[in-house]
């Protein structure tokens, strides 16, 4: 199965709201405990691995391809 | 320093060929009386080849190094009539639990597939089963163990190897036509010869600990990641026999074994791990190192390496000793087929394409077991951290966590040795894969289909097979429902038995090829494939 790379999200606005809303009174180490998990658990939720390959890759492109802060 | 076991201290003997001062030429000479080497003896002994082993000590391993056993060195060991004694003497676990810092994430059973004759694994001493080992050696008419012979010099010729030995009584040479070197991770044969040791992944040190319990404490498996009285490593506790628990302390790069070693130092460790109220004995404490890596080639012309000589892993899943047990499975039927002509040398590469593709695959599994315990940066760490909180709650994420997964065979799916199959077949009994066990009845009793293969090849039959044959080698025949029956049908539904169905299973309890009925010519083309014949 390909990965939908495109807009799935019913109400963008919203999802993102609570995405960031999740994590406003947490300290720095726990929002990063946040997303860790939150990336487990979805991960888990697809199960297809060729899918899970193919998120993984188009992550990690798509930082190479942005220039590192200085 | 140990309580509960006293060190056998094995006689030496002078050889006649030493007091007479004949050189005399052995078919095989294995280096190293471990628990590789004299697994090679035995099985070379099993198949009919007489073996001498060298070993430059008198004793055996030294505290409990290699603890844990899985089901097919037990296979292997049935094989050569040992399996039930070490069974019988070893512990099995079924409960283990999981902690993160000081509280307990998880705990799970051992469920084991039912309907194998051996278990999953036991727990037991190196040196116990080395002494089994060795009372088998000194048992068997084609085993010549020697102690206090230590190998200074291999030489290598284009039919043999001459070996330059010394002993108390001095230095002698004798021949081998052909060489084992089981002499362990820092193998001199290895130096001797000039064979490369690749792929060295990661570095780390361990100190283990052998503890006696003063009283009762459960027979579990538990293993801690960041534990209070250990950050930012992992500590392992499992149970041997004798009330003897072992604990693998990981100590990181950086640590100071010598430091760490210190009775002041465990202890105290060893009791903030176990509770206040535990009393315990401090019995044998030791640190080692490990690396990831094997040999170039497992064979270098007449000389062959074998267990930790050919590759080392780190300790998690239990892969060193098993694999090597595996590699002296491996190796010795095909060591008989080559010095009894039936098949021609390039037999024994495969040795080193099965075995080297098994300590990759093993090597792949420790590494990945090691990146979980010891993960190498902030992020990695989080991941892994996130996966043991989530186990507490969220089933999906046990299967993530990783503290070791248990040594299973390695499947030689590209071996050149494989028919492939040309029909479908349900289940895991593909071409290179070894026999599971199953029950079965002969002349009324019950056994186990493995106990029924014996040492040569064997056709495996649901429906009527005939013998086949290549130069010296026979395939025989093995028919279910005639020469033994399969009552429970776990036989058949393990190798999808439809009737009619073969099965051309190897000496060393792998499956060769198959087919869904038997075909004269076809299993004799298959059989010739299996000795490496060309154009097979």
Redesign the interface.
């Known amino acids: 199965m390909p990965l939908n790379r495109h807009p799935h999200i019913i109400d963008p606005d919203a999802f993102y709201e609570e995405l960031i809303n999740a994590q406003r009174d947490l300290s720095d180490e726990q929002a990063?405990?946040f997303l860790?998990?939150l990336?487990?658990?979805l991960a888990?939720h697809v199960g297809d691995r060729s899918v899970l390959s193919q998120a993984i890759a188009l992550a990690r492109a798509n930082t190479l391809a942005v220039a590192p802060p200085h | 320093m140990l309580h509960t076991y006293t060190y056998p201290q094995y006689a030496y003997r002078q050889s006649d060929e030493q007091r007479e001062g004949r050189r005399v030429r052995y078919p095989v000479v294995v280096i190293g009386a471990g628990p590789v080497g004299m697994t090679q003896a035995l099985d070379c002994a099993f198949r009919g080849i007489p073996t001498v082993v060298l070993d430059d000590n008198n004793t055996v391993s030294v505290g409990s190094r290699a603890v844990c056993y899985a089901k097919r060195p037990l296979e292997i060991w049935d094989r050569l009539g040992l399996g039930d004694d070490l069974v019988a003497q070893g512990v099995q676990w079924k409960v283990g639990k999981v902690f993160f810092r000081d509280e307990l994430v998880y705990q799970f059973d051992l469920l084991p597939e039912e309907h194998h004759k051996m278990p999953a694994m036991i727990n037991l001493q190196q040196y116990y089963l080395e002494e089994r080992l060795v009372r088998a050696c000194d048992e068997s008419p084609r085993v010549d163990l020697r102690w206090k012979h230590k190998v200074l010099a291999v030489e290598p010729q284009s039919d043999h190897v001459v070996l330059t030995v010394e002993t108390p009584d001095g230095i002698f040479k004798m021949e081998a036509s052909w060489l084992i070197a089981c002499d362990g991770a820092s193998s001199d044969t290895r130096r001797m010869i000039g064979a490369d040791f690749i792929g060295q992944f990661f570095q780390d040190r361990f100190l283990i600990a052998d503890v006696v319990m003063k009283a009762d404490f459960p027979t579990e498996r538990w293993f801690w990641f960041d534990p209070p009285f250990h950050r930012h490593q992992s500590v392992l506790l499992h149970k041997q026999c004798d009330n003897v628990w072992r604990i693998d302390f990981q100590l990181g790069w950086d640590a100071d074994p010598n430091e760490e070693k210190k009775p002041e130092r465990v202890i105290p460790r060893i009791q903030a791990m176990l509770g206040p109220d535990v009393p315990f004995e401090l019995e044998w404490v030791s640190v080692y190192q490990f690396a990831c890596r094997r040999i170039d080639r497992f064979r270098h012309g007449r000389v062959i390496f074998a267990g930790d000589a050919a590759h080392q892993v780190s300790p998690f899943g239990a892969r060193g000793a098993n694999s090597g047990v595996q590699d002296c499975d491996n190796l010795s039927w095909k060591l008989k087929a080559v010095l009894e002509g039936d098949a021609p040398e390039s037999l024994l590469d495969t040795y080193h394409d099965e075995r080297a593709f098994a300590a990759d695959d093993n090597i792949l599994n420790s590494t990945r077991s090691t990146d979980f315990i010891t993960p190498k940066s902030r992020?990695s760490l989080?991941?892994r951290?996130?996966?043991l909180?989530?186990a507490r709650t969220?089933p999906?994420?046990r299967p993530?966590v990783n503290s070791g997964r248990l040594s299973t065979p390695t499947p030689y799916v590209h071996s050149p040795l494989n028919t492939p199959d040309t029909e479908p077949f349900a289940g895991r009994m593909a071409p290179g894969t070894n026999c599971a066990d199953a029950p079965i009845e002969r002349d009324g009793r019950p056994g186990w289909l493995l106990n029924q293969l014996g040492d040569g090849f064997v056709l495996l039959s649901f429906g009527p097979a005939e013998p086949v044959r290549v130069g010296g080698v026979e395939a025989r025949v093995l028919q279910v429902g005639r020469d033994l029956i399969d009552r429970a049908g776990v036989l058949a539904e393990r190798y999808d038995g439809q009737p009619g169905t073969v099965y051309l299973i190897r000496p060393d309890q792998y499956v060769a090829a198959r087919w869904r009925r038997f075909d004269r010519a076809a299993a004799t083309v298959a059989l010739a494939r299996a000795l490496s014949h060309a154009n097979a």
């Open positions: 990063e405990m860790a998990k990336v487990l658990i888990n | 992020t989080r991941l951290n996130a996966v909180e989530l969220e999906f994420a993530l």
